[in-house]
T-cell receptor
Framework: NAGVTQTPKFRVLKTGQSMTLLCAQDMNHEYMYWYRQDPGMGLRLIHYSVGEGTTAKGEVPDGYNVSRLKKQNFLLGLESAAPSQTSVYFC???????????????FGPGTRLTVT | AQSVTQLGSHVSVSEGALVLLRCNYSSSVPPYLFWYVQYPNQGLQLLLKYTSAATLVKGINGFEAEFKKSETSFHLTKPSAHMSDAAEYFCAVITGGYNKLIFGAGTRLAVHP
């Protein structure tokens, strides 16, 4: 099992450009999440999905859009990148909280994005 | 609303010394608590979790944490630090359903010879 994978690993954008980050998981998890990590602020939730075709806003959703057309994939889009979106982005997945579930999230390796 | 506070953004210990990383939480419901570790340029890896079973939780790499409801704490300890323990450590609590997490700001652990 590859677990959670993210592409690309690194990206540099100019202000105003757009891009899509791809997250894939092979654990058949229902829940998926996108976070951004900034120094001294821990990880903050951008958007999440509780199943195929669903998305919901997290703590810091402005400037981002997401889609989950397939259960195993969760895409994060930046329509018009800004320097404030320079960050490390992590995707995670988690199983449904049924009996025996252990609730933890499994994380991908991250994407380092720089917006100039 | 749930929140997590990690005391000390940087902790430095000698190899072989006790590691103590502090985490306090606020929660209006019985909490599910987690410690994750992040090695340089990597994702987060689960160290251990508290899900309302035993209050002393053992994790990987010799780490353990004790849930103390009266102190709203979930401090992480390791009796003897190793150079390979140098990393950033995050405490987190589940909030609002769907296994969503609130993270603390993180504590960077340095281990020196």
């Amino acid at each position: 099992n590859a677990g959670v994978t993210q592409t690309p690993k690194f990206r540099v954008l100019k202000t105003g450009q757009s891009m899509t980050l791809l997250c894939a998981q092979d654990m058949n998890h229902e829940y998926m999440y996108w976070y951004r990590q900034d120094p001294g602020m821990g990880l903050r939730l951008i958007h999440y999905s509780v199943g195929e075709g669903t998305t919901a806003k997290g703590e810091v959703p402005d400037g981002y859009n997401v889609s989950r057309l397939k259960k195993q994939n969760f895409l994060l889009g930046l329509e018009s990148a800004a320097p404030s979106q320079t960050s490390v982005y992590f995707c995670a997945s988690s199983s449904f909280g049924s009996p025996g579930s252990t609730y933890e999230q499994y994380f991908g390796p991250g994407t380092r994005l720089t917006v100039t | 609303a749930q929140s997590v506070t990690q005391l000390g953004s940087h902790v430095s210990v000698s190899e072989g010394a006790l590691v103590l990383l502090r985490c306090n939480y606020s929660s209006s419901v019985p909490p599910y608590l987690f410690w994750y570790v992040q090695y340089p340029n990597q994702g987060l890896q689960l160290l251990l979790k508290y899900t309302s079973a035993a209050t002393l939780v053992k994790g990987i790499n010799g780490f353990e944490a004790e849930f103390k409801k009266s102190e709203t704490s979930f401090h992480l300890t390791k009796p003897s630090a190793h150079m390979s323990d140098a990393a950033e450590y995050f405490c987190a609590v589940i909030t609002g359903g769907y296994n969503k997490l609130i993270f603390g700001a993180g504590t960077r652990l340095a281990v020196h010879p």
